[in-house]
């Protein structure tokens, strides 16, 4: 697909900030933090975990054993690491402990695959290097597979533009201990050059490096500058953390051959390119290194919940012109045959009361009637479609008809209730129905529903239009809503997260915005909840959020 094709999703990452996050836990972190500092700044990107099991936990940090070894840097020496996990904060009763060894081959980051832990226990861990321990972080195991727990409860996020503004979502997220993990849909970074999104004069902060991302050098600085967020050191130091990746942790709406906002003739191979964003993030991000190459996996807590992570961008076939044919071309695919029947497999087998779906762009059809023409434009941006005139965004599953037709198919055929799909991607917050047809919905039942979280920061309609929010966009909150019975609410203006609570009873959606994305201490509010009750498979509005 050429760039005339389908309109990008513009956004930019990182660069190194240098506050204190400001929450009790978190605090702690940047004493520790400061320690580091003092004993030689071998911990400079704080600390990670990530992918919990009920007898284990992956741990993660980078060292900077000297002061020219920053990211992407290639330089510094190989450095002993030791690590240790206790249950408690003093780390007077420990329990697992061990060493690795970090280089410049990673760019000096480490993980530690932990096991032997106890199901859905709180621990503790620091890394030491140098004569100095780092931030102590908190994590959390899952629930044994075989427990009845009485409730899971995840954070949920997507769609961190740097230079857009504050990564205050993840603060908020830190500061709630109760959480049992917090799951990262996609679009950790961007990697555009400065400034191209936003425009330059609405950049919030500037990221670095400031050319766009090509090579393994540019990924690693760009991750490192991101974990050197306070927002996200918090956020990361607190709880475990699972992630999957979208199109711009590579380049705008990737696919296995190539991307929108890849130039191979002056941006050499897309291989390359690839291979390289791959290594970055796996060195960077608290993700098993044993899925290297896929973020497709997945993850049980207790008897309650399956986890089914996705990887959209590995496997799937070129994206089609809008409009054309080619959506419904069943040659074409999204996630690859073996991942579809991987998929299915795992739905089909799934003895938990919840079938969990992360998929990083949006399953439900959508159809967008007559929206106004100068809405066109942000809606152009944001979902990729032609400005002309409203299209199927092609790079969601509409764009993969059969795939979808598929695995609904199969959901509907099996009679397989209570699956839940958890999407990022398109810097909105939807609560939807999943039809077997849009077009004849609620004549025909729900096979299935989706919760929708918007952008921590990435623009939306109001900062592509620089208006008040939920103002000029609510004429298309209704005409989306109208040309779609399923949508059950759409917020196009709001940033923030989502935080999932997940009982034998009913699986809830409780949506939160921050109140100004360019305020490094912003607030945050409980927006709508949304729920679907066991066997019915439908959203409906629950009156709060769970307590």
Same mark, same amino acid.
């Given at each position: 697909?050429?760039?005339?094709?389908?309109?990008?999703? $513009?956004?930019?990452?990182?660069?190194?900030?240098?506050?204190?996050?400001?929450?009790?836990?978190?605090?702690?972190?940047?004493?520790?933090?400061q320690?580091?500092?003092?004993?030689?700044?071998?911990?400079?990107?704080?600390?990670?975990?990530? *992918?919990?099991l009920?007898?284990?936990?992956?741990?993660?940090? $980078?060292?900077?054993?000297?002061?020219?070894?920053?990211?992407?840097?290639?330089r510094?020496p190989?450095?002993?690491?030791?690590?240790?996990?206790?249950?408690?904060?003093?780390?007077?009763?420990?329990? +697992?402990?061990?060493?690795?060894?970090?280089?410049?081959?990673?760019?000096?980051?480490?993980?530690?695959?932990?096991?032997?832990?106890?199901?859905?226990?709180?621990?503790?861990?620091?890394?030491?290097?140098?004569?100095?321990?780092?931030?102590?972080?908190?994590?959390?195991?899952?629930p044994?597979?075989?427990?009845?727990?009485?409730?899971?409860?995840?954070?949920?996020?997507?769609?961190?533009?740097?230079?857009?503004?504050?990564?205050?979502?993840? $603060?908020?997220?830190?500061?709630?201990?109760?959480?049992?993990? /917090?799951?990262? !849909?996609?679009?950790?970074?961007?990697?555009?050059?400065?400034?191209?999104?936003?425009?330059?004069?609405?950049?919030? $902060?500037?990221?670095?490096?400031?050319?766009?991302?090509l090579?393994?050098a540019d990924?690693?600085?760009?991750?490192?500058?991101?974990?050197?967020?306070?927002?996200?050191?918090?956020?990361?130091?607190?709880?475990?953390?699972?992630?999957?990746?979208?199109?711009?942790?590579?380049?705008?709406?990737?696919?296995?051959?190539?991307?929108?906002?890849?130039?191979?003739?002056?941006?050499?191979?897309?291989?390359?390119?690839?291979?390289? +964003?791959?290594?970055a993030?796996?060195e960077?991000?608290?993700?098993? @290194?044993?899925?290297?190459?896929?973020?497709?996996?997945r993850?049980?807590?207790g008897?309650?919940?399956? !986890?089914?992570?996705? &990887?959209?961008?590995?496997?799937?076939d070129?994206?089609?012109? @809008?409009?054309?044919?080619?959506?419904?071309?069943p040659?074409?695919?999204?996630?690859?045959?073996?991942?579809?029947?991987?998929?299915?497999?795992?739905l089909?087998?799934?003895?938990? +009361?919840?079938?969990?779906?992360?998929?990083? /762009?949006?399953?439900?059809?959508?159809?967008?009637?007559? /929206?106004?023409?100068?809405?066109l434009?942000?809606?152009?941006?944001?979902?990729?479609?032609?400005?002309?005139?409203?299209?199927?965004?092609? *790079?969601?599953?509409?764009?993969?008809? &059969?795939?979808?037709?598929?695995? !609904?198919?199969?959901?509907?055929?099996?009679?397989?209730?209570?699956?839940?799909?958890?999407?990022?991607?398109?810097?909105?917050?939807?609560a939807?129905?999943? @039809?077997?047809? +849009?077009?004849?919905?609620?004549?025909?039942?729900?096979?299935a529903?989706?919760?929708?979280?918007?952008?921590?920061?990435?623009?939306?309609?109001?900062?592509?239009?620089?208006?008040?929010?939920?103002?000029?966009?609510?004429?298309?909150?209704?005409?989306?809503?109208?040309?779609?019975?399923?949508?059950?609410?759409? &917020?196009? &203006?709001?940033?923030?997260?989502?935080?999932?609570?997940?009982?034998?009873?009913?699986?809830?959606?409780?949506?939160?915005?921050?109140?100004?994305?360019?305020?490094p201490?912003?607030?945050?509010?409980?927006l709508?909840?949304?729920?679907?009750?066991?066997?019915?498979?439908?959203?409906?509005?629950?009156?709060? @959020?769970?307590?």
């Open positions: 697909m050429t760039a005339h094709d389908q309109i990008s999703r $513009r956004s930019a990452v990182t660069a190194v900030a240098a506050t204190a996050a400001l929450l009790p836990f978190a605090g702690a972190t940047a004493a520790h933090a320690q580091a500092t003092e004993q030689g700044q071998f911990f400079q990107h704080g600390v990670a975990s990530g *992918d919990p009920p007898d284990g936990v992956l741990l993660w940090t $980078r060292v900077t054993p000297t002061p020219s070894a920053t990211p992407g840097s290639g510094g190989a450095t002993e690491v030791t690590w240790e996990v206790a249950g408690d904060k003093g780390f007077t009763t420990v329990v +697992a402990h061990g060493k690795v060894t970090a280089s410049a081959d990673h760019d000096h980051t480490v993980k530690a695959d932990v096991r032997g832990l106890r199901p859905a226990t709180t621990y503790y861990y620091r890394f030491a290097a140098g004569g100095g321990y780092s931030p102590v972080g908190r994590t959390r195991t899952a044994a597979h075989d427990t009845a727990a009485g409730n899971v409860r995840f954070g949920v996020v997507s769609c961190a533009n740097w230079e857009s503004g504050y990564f205050s979502a993840y $603060r908020h997220l830190a500061a709630r201990t109760e959480l049992d993990a /917090v799951l990262h !849909l996609g679009d950790y970074l961007y990697e555009y050059k400065s400034g191209e999104f936003p425009d330059f004069k609405y950049v919030v $902060r500037p990221h670095t490096p400031a050319h766009e991302l090579t393994l990924y690693r600085i760009r991750h490192g500058a991101h974990k050197a967020d306070p927002d996200a050191l918090a956020m990361h130091a607190t709880h475990p953390v699972i992630a999957i990746w979208d199109d711009h942790e590579f380049a705008d709406n990737a696919w296995k051959g190539g991307a929108v906002n890849h130039t191979p003739g002056t941006e050499g191979s897309w291989s390359a390119r690839v291979a390289a +964003a791959k290594q993030y796996f960077w991000m608290p993700v098993r @290194p044993s899925i290297a190459g896929t973020t497709y996996r993850l049980r807590f008897t309650l919940a399956d !986890l089914h992570l996705l &990887d959209l961008r590995s496997f799937r070129e994206q089609a012109k @809008p409009g054309s044919g080619a959506v419904d071309d040659s074409r695919t999204i996630t690859g045959r073996a991942q579809l029947d991987w998929l299915k497999a795992g089909e087998r799934s003895d938990t +009361a919840w079938r969990l779906v992360g998929t990083s /762009v949006m399953i439900s059809q959508v159809a967008f009637g007559s /929206v106004p023409a100068h809405l434009g942000p809606l152009a941006e944001i979902l990729g479609i032609p400005k002309e005139g409203l299209a199927v965004n092609t *790079d969601q599953w509409d764009g993969y008809t &059969d795939d979808r037709r598929e695995l !609904l198919g199969h959901l509907s055929d099996r009679g397989i209730d209570n699956t839940v799909f958890l999407t990022g991607d398109i810097h909105m917050a939807w939807n129905d999943v @039809p077997l047809e +849009a077009a004849t919905y609620p004549a025909t039942r729900p096979v529903t989706e919760f929708v979280v918007t952008s921590v920061t990435s623009d939306n309609v109001d900062d592509f239009l620089h208006v008040a929010p939920h103002t000029v966009s609510l004429v298309g909150v209704a005409a989306i809503r109208a040309a779609n019975r399923h949508v059950k609410w759409l &917020d196009m &203006d709001s940033h923030g997260y989502g935080v999932l609570d997940v009982t034998a009873a009913r699986t809830q959606m409780d949506y939160f915005a921050v109140s100004d994305k360019t305020d201490a912003a607030t945050s509010k409980h709508r909840s949304y729920r679907t009750l066991t066997g019915s498979r439908q959203v409906e509005r629950a009156d709060g @959020p769970v307590v």
